[in-house]
């Protein structure tokens, strides 16, 4: 058969025939890392969250037993129990003072490719 001929549709839908199937993996495997990321993210954010709302709950439970707000994280996390990643998280405490709220800041580490995690 002569291409000479051939519209030029014709010839655009054949040449698609061969490009589709080669590219389809590819975006396939982009959107998975994509929405892999997305998922990670959104959990280390609902991670976050829940070690500074458990923090901010601890110091205001040892306040109603004890009169005070705690000296120190350590102090905190061993009264009320809470444990985290501390190569996930930086968490700073900052006392002001036995009956004023403490300053409490959760932080998520860098990962190692350089963003936060």
Known sequence: MNDI?????????????????????????IL????????????????RKSLTQALEHGAVQTYALTGSYPESLAQLLEECNITYDDRQF??????????LFPMISVLPLANEKGGVS
Do not use: H, M
């Open 5 to 29: 001929f051939e519209p030029r549709r014709s010839r655009f839908l054949r040449t698609l025939r061969f490009i589709v199937p080669a590219i389809l993996p590819v975006l396939l495997c």
């Open 32 to 47: 998975f890392v994509a929405v892999v990321s997305r998922t990670s993210s959104d959990t280390i954010s609902k991670e």
């Open 90 to 99: 930086v968490v700073e405490y900052i006392p002001n003072g036995s009956n």
